[in-house]
């Protein structure tokens, strides 16, 4: 923002001076600066339009801080185009669903996140040649 506006103003002569000629002389950097300058405005109006945008879309009910307070998405596992499993949280409750076409069901309700048994799987160094190695072995 502070920046558009000493652009703004670092530009501003140029501008003046633009305006003032009154023959059909045609100056090329008078119109680059008046270019810059009106690209400066719009783009220091589009920044202040996001900013405040911003901070009146929170405080609404459908905002995103209240929809971050009490509901969170922990994990999405998708097995087609319109299937995918949900592990969500919900009030310190996780909840298994289930999602397909136009239908979301309860698999499962787990009480506590230790309970979800996590396998973790082994990165393997080394890329392709590590997988060739172990191709050799069981072979």
Known sequence: MKGAASALLLFLPSIACAGESTGHEFSFMASFFQMIAALAIVIGLILV???FSGKLLKGLPGGHHLASKHIRLVETRYFGPKKALLLVEVGGEYLLLSSSDNRLSLIKCIDMLEEIEIIEEKQEQG?????????????
């Open 49 to 51: 339009t996001w900013h």
């Open 127 to 139: 890329g392709f040649a590590a997988i060739l190695a172990r191709l050799r072995q069981t072979a």
